[in-house]
T-cell receptor
Framework: EDKVVQSPLSLVVHEGDTVTLNCSYE??????LLWYKQEKKAPTFLFML????IEKKSGRLSSILDKKELFSILNITATQTGDSAVYLC????????????FGRGTQLTVWP | GAVVSQHPSWVICKSGTSVKIECRSL??????MFWYRQFPKQSLMLMAT?????????EQGVEKDKFLINHASLTLSTLTVTSAHPEDSSFYIC??????????????FGNGTRLTVT
């Protein structure tokens, strides 16, 4: 059975802290791993990772994939209150592109 | 950028009635769209893959007669929750990927539909 496990499930930090969110997976026919940020409604795309060891960065966010150990991390540096959200990790697997299997998410709360 | 529009944003219906949710790709064509369901404090669970011009593919445990999917054009997929019951109350969200896009293109999600069945 396919699994995507995120940890921690929730995290509370203060502004300026750095956080690391974890995602481990066991799926058949792995294609890519994606990170999304979900606030109230639709998840917004952050990163898509297909190759091991190549860090992707966007401002204060960065992510990397380890296909040997089957995990990914999402780092957020100098957190701001606007970073408060649920961060979802998903794996694209199987023969149909876009058929995502999501983890339960990490609820991040950043206090001022 | 690619936009996916979902309608309605929220709907309240009585038990036993049917509800139709629309998912439109506004500025691109999507041969394939996906329907997810999200219960409070849970993750998104894939319900089905909607294929333009053919039958939808349902995930294990999802009743295809209850959740009817129609993908009649390259920009529109609909999900109809038939004979809705309170346990069907959930957040339903669709996603789409442009047909003419590279492998590395991510999915785009609609804003979701909050269904409450009373």
């Amino acid at each position: 059975e396919d699994k995507v496990v995120q940890s921690p499930l929730s995290l509370v930090v203060h502004e300026g802290d750095t956080v690391t969110l974890n995602c481990s997976y066991e799926v058949t026919n792995f294609r890519s791993l994606l990170w999304y940020k979900q606030e109230k409604k639709a998840p917004t795309f952050l990163f898509m990772l297909t190759s091991s060891g190549i860090e992707k960065k966007s401002g204060r966010l960065s992510s990397i994939l380890d296909k040997k150990e089957l995990f990914s991390i999402l780092n957020i540096t100098a957190t701001q209150t606007g970073d408060s959200a649920v961060y979802l990790c998903a794996v694209d697997r199987g023969s149909t592109l876009g058929r995502l299997y999501f983890g339960r998410g990490t609820q991040l709360t950043v206090w001022p | 950028g690619a936009v996916v529009s979902q309608h309605p944003s929220w709907v309240i219906c009585k038990s036993g009635t049917s509800v139709k949710i629309e998912c439109r790709s506004l500025d691109f064509q999507a041969t394939t769209m996906f329907w997810y369901r999200q219960f409070p404090k849970q993750s998104l669970m894939l319900m089905a893959t909607s294929n333009e011009g053919s039958k939808a593919t349902y995930e294990q445990g999802v009743e295809k007669d209850k959740f009817l999917i129609n993908h009649a054009s390259l920009t529109l997929s609909t999900l109809t929750v038939t004979s809705a019951h309170p346990e069907d109350s959930s957040f339903y969200i669709c996603s789409a990927r442009p047909t003419l896009s590279s492998y590395n293109s991510p999915l785009h999600f609609g804003n979701g539909t909050r269904l409450t069945v009373t």
